[in-house]
């Protein structure tokens, strides 16, 4: 939920900790314990044992879904709303079982993402979270309980509350002591927060925050419990899950909590995970008022064919304006299964890459922090404008000056679907070693640094930032700024860094971070860098 709660569309989890685990004894401590001091397993007792309990129950509640998930692929209104919705792709002329088939390989393979960064602080819509420094203080990318232990941001007792209630009634965590002084025993066994990016959208979840980081799915296996909605969204606008509820953002009605009711509310673990698509898809009713009745249909087919296209990537110039299917507000707000880690996470194995927003750390300290931070932990570091999301702030009580909605919630915004590596990044860590001379080539990064240097996206008008990013990507909107910079950025810039994400049978490695768009070279770290 916006501001409240404990998804990652709502609550950003984040930190910098671990447990010890020494025969058996997890943290004997004398006086108090910081979770800085301490080892990190892969999974706490709790966090097994917790997880262990849903395995059984997802699999009976994703098999006992199955034909409903079937007669929904297998509806004729779904075929007639991808018609409407194709781009060329042809997804309506498969059948249920292909088109089944389709979804779930790319779900499997769908980025996990997490943001965080500077910027999620002051006007939040998801809580206090870390920062690259406090990043760099920690030993892993922990929860947010974590943080409030270690002092690193304060004791959110507002948040708190929401956060404990979806943790302990919908996960079936046990619970704290005390909410308002969190222990770090019961901190550490919490889980942390992704959503699973089903809608390709460049740069993760922004209203979280500058920075996206994409979880390892190499490392974390199957260790997941998913949810099909923000579970902090709908422990706040549900009022703890009741069902006679609808929710709201601003003055609009955009979710109906009858979609998941008590005594269906079994959570996911991939692969089981059936029993989620009819409550996301029928919970976030933003499309009824263009579709009515259908609306769950319109969703899926929207979802399918931003999913499943191998056009989302590709068709960056110059039909920018019309393909992709530009993310309406809500599918880039909420628009993901909550696919949430339930294991210690580390740095070095646990992340793949970081996503960076261009509109908020472009030619910045912060930005130049990330930079320098991606090549010390050999990440690859991507680019990626998404204004809309990024840029709305509601804070925690709603009243941020910020916080604008759109007149529809249901109409298309953001293409959200042109990510740019950086080569001043990629030259220097372990998966440029298959990228292309041109990529990392000294010109490219000249290039880079260049436009790095002629921009501070702090200082810098929003219009003119929007066009900087246009005419990196080869499309000009402004002419003084493209004149400015046509000197600098080659009109070829954009194909020789666009990536793509991961699709089915694209890469040979789960932790390949991308597809360059051009030369349809994975990057991928060398086998010696899998620090896991």
């Not at 395995?55 to 409903?68: F, I, K, L, M, R």
């Amino acid at each position: 939920m916006i501001g409240i709660g404990c998804g990652q569309g709502t609550v950003a989890h984040a930190a910098r900790a671990a447990v010890v685990v020494a025969l058996g004894t997890l943290l004997c401590s004398v006086g108090v314990v910081s979770a800085q001091s301490v080892d990190v397993p892969q999974q706490t007792k709790v966090q097994e044992e917790v997880y262990n309990q849903w395995v059984p129950q997802a699999q009976a509640a994703s098999s006992a879904a199955t034909p409903t998930l079937e007669q929904m692929f297998a509806s004729p209104t779904l075929t007639k709303m991808l018609k409407l919705c194709d781009d060329g792709t042809g997804l309506y002329r498969l059948d249920s079982t292909a088109l089944i088939a389709k979804f779930w390989d790319a779900i499997a393979i769908a980025e996990l993402t997490h943001n965080f960064g500077e910027g999620a602080f002051k006007g939040a819509n998801c809580g206090f979270d870390l920062t690259i420094d406090s990043a760099k203080r920690a030993k892993s990318f922990a929860n947010q309980w974590v943080l409030q232990v270690d002092g690193e941001v304060p004791i959110d007792v507002s948040n708190n509350a929401f956060t404990e209630w979806a943790e302990v009634n919908l996960f079936k965590f046990p619970p704290f002591a005390n909410v308002s002084q969190p222990d770090l025993k019961t901190a550490l066994d919490r889980p942390l927060y992704a959503a699973v990016n089903m809608y390709k959208g460049s740069g993760g979840n922004p209203q979280c925050g500058p920075i996206a980081a994409v979880f390892s799915r190499q490392y974390l296996q199957q260790r997941i419990l998913a949810a099909p909605v923000d579970t902090g969204f709908f422990n706040g606008c549900c009022r703890r899950g009741n069902p006679n509820t609808t929710c709201t953002l601003g003055s609009h009605i955009i979710a109906k909590c009858s979609a998941w009711v008590p005594g269906t509310r079994t959570l996911g673990v991939p692969p089981h995970m059936n029993h989620l698509v009819a409550p996301y898809l029928n919970f976030y009713n933003e499309t009824e008022a263009l579709v009515g009745k259908d609306y769950p249909y319109y969703k899926l087919a929207r979802l399918l064919v931003r999913l499943l296209s191998p056009n989302m990537y590709t068709a960056i110039a110059p039909q920018y304006d019309s393909v992709p299917h530009r993310l309406n507000f809500l599918e880039n707000t909420l628009g993901y299964f909550e696919l949430n880690p339930v294991a210690i996470v580390p740095w070095k194995g646990g992340i793949k890459m970081l996503v960076g927003l261009f509109e908020l750390l472009w030619g910045t300290d912060q930005g130049n922090a990330l930079v320098e931070w991606c090549i010390e932990m050999d990440w690859v570091l991507a680019w990626a404008f998404n204004p809309t999301m990024s840029y709305w702030r509601c804070g925690p009580d709603g009243n941020y000056p910020e916080c604008n909605y759109p007149s529809s919630l249901g109409r298309g915004i953001d293409p959200a679907n042109v990510r740019m590596v950086d080569p001043r990044v990629l030259s220097r860590v372990s998966a440029g070693h298959n990228a292309t001379a041109a990529i990392v080539s000294n010109s490219t990064v000249n290039a880079v640094t260049e436009l790095w240097t002629s921009l501070n996206v702090t200082s810098a008008s929003r219009q003119d930032v929007a066009s900087v990013w246009t005419t990196f990507t080869g499309q000009p909107t402004h002419q003084t700024t493209s004149q400015q910079l046509s000197s600098s950025v080659p009109s070829h810039l954009w194909r020789t860094l666009a990536m793509e994400p991961l699709s089915p049978n694209s890469c040979a490695n789960l932790d390949c971070v991308g597809v360059m768009v051009n030369s349809r070279n994975c990057l991928c770290p060398t086998p010696s860098n899998h620090h896991f």
